[in-house]
Structures are given as C-alpha cells and as structure tokens.
C-alpha cells in the first residue's frame, strides 16, 4: 500500500522559510515522479512543482518560480519542498502526490498524503 | 497556462439520479485530464485520467468521457458516499493546472 506522510508544517512569519519532508512508502521511490499540491482553506487545488524520478527535471507555477525548490533523496524515500520569502498568500495545505510515471511532464496523481498545514499570517 | 472552468459549481442531487459534471479547457489538452473526488478533510482521490479510464478500484458507476476542450464525468446512479467535491486537473502541459471544482451536494 502506497503511503505518503508529510511533515515540516507549522506557522511561519511573512519572509520566513519553512521546509516540508514527504515520506514515502510501500512503492520504488524512485521509479515515480512526486509532486506538491496545495490548498487554501476553502479553496481549490493548486499544483506546486514536481519532479521527475531521477530528480533531474523539475517544474513550478509561477506563484512559486523563484522562492520555493523542490528536491527528493531516493536513499531516503523523501521529497522536499524547501519555501522561501514566504507570504500570506502561500497558506494552504500542502499535499504530497505521486505520480503515473517517471518522467515529466504530464503527470496526474494517484495517490496523495493527507497534507500538511503551513500558515503565514497577512 | 490552460485554464479548466467546471460547470456546474453546485449540482444538488438525490441519491440514485444520475450526475453530469462539466469540465472546459482553454486549449486543446486532447486527452490528458484526470477527475478527482475531495471529502471533507481528505485528500483527493483519484477517479479518472486519460478522460475516460477509471482509475483502480474505481465503481463503474462513475465514467468520463469527451477530448480537445470538453469533457463529462458521468456518476451514473448516485450512492450516499458520492456526494463530495470533483475536480478536473489538464496533465497535457508541464504547467499543471485545476478546475475550480464542482460541489456535488444532497438535494
């Protein structure tokens, strides 16, 4: 059975950084891309960023480009979202999802963590 | 960016009708969209990708089906625990991007 747990969560200062962990089990790790996914409270789902399986190819949204990396350790199971220059508008839960394939892009998600929650006051 | 509009944003139902849930693209994506099913409190789950292949352990009561710009998700005859929020997601660029959801709720 395919396990995803997140963690790093919390409240964070406007400007702060945070770095969230997912671990992963029951599946090869590195056999799939992972991403992160957010939602605002009482919002929708906003894709983050993903990667490939190798690591080696990543992508972003746009609301993201520039302040938040994501990055995995097939030796440790984990993905990592490392967030920067953090702003009110990044409140949300942070999902977990692994994806259909190893390579990028186009990837849908078929499982997911139960998500994390950061708060960054406005 | 593609942007996905589902319709309708709320479909009030009764348990055994039939459900019909829209979902538009901006681009042609041709058949690279998955459905996903929120509870409160859960994360997503997913029904549906490729547009029409259900995903494992999926009932055949639910079903998807167009390609290009418009798609449905068909729930066919409603069970108690259906009654949750839907989202279409395109997968045909590396920009990933949602529908804003469509909330199936109990009439």
């Known amino acids: 059975e395919v396990q995803l747990l997140e963690s790093g969560g919390g409240l964070v200062q406007p400007g702060g950084s945070l770095r969230l962990s997912c671990s992963a089990s029951?599946?090869?790790?590195?056999?799939?891309?992972m991403a992160w996914v957010r939602q605002a409270p009482g919002k929708g789902l906003e894709w983050v960023s993903d990667?490939?399986?190798?690591?080696?190819?990543?992508y972003y949204a746009d609301s993201v480009k520039g302040r938040f990396t994501i990055s995995r350790d097939t030796s440790k199971n984990t993905l990592y979202l490392q967030m920067n220059s953090l702003r009110g508008e990044d409140t949300a839960v942070y999902y977990c999802?692994?994806?259909?394939?190893?390579?990028?892009?186009?990837?849908?998600?078929?499982?997911w963590g139960q998500g994390i929650l950061v708060t960054v006051p406005s | 960016e593609i942007v996905l509009t589902q319709s309708p944003g709320t479909l009030s139902l009764s348990p055994g009708e039939r459900a019909t849930l829209s979902c538009r693209t901006s681009?042609?994506?041709?058949?690279?969209l998955a459905w996903y099913q929120q509870k409160p409190g859960q994360p997503p789950r997913l029904l549906v990708y490729?547009?029409?292949t259900r995903a494992t352990g999926i009932p055949d009561r639910f079903s998807g089906s167009g390609s290009g710009t418009d798609f449905t998700l068909t729930i066919s005859r409603l069970e108690p625990e259906d009654f949750a929020v839907y989202y279409c997601?395109?997968?045909?660029?590396?920009?990933?991007?949602f529908g804003p959801g469509t909330k199936l709720e109990i009439k």
């Open positions: 999802a692994k994806g259909q394939q190893w390579l990028l892009p186009r990837l849908y998600f078929d499982s």
């Open positions: 029951g599946f090869t790790f590195g056999n799939y891309a």
């Open positions: 990667i490939s399986g190798s690591g080696l190819e990543t």
């Open positions: 681009h042609s994506i041709t058949a690279y």
């Open positions: 490729g547009a029409s």
């Open positions: 997601q395109q997968y045909g660029t590396s920009l990933l991007t």
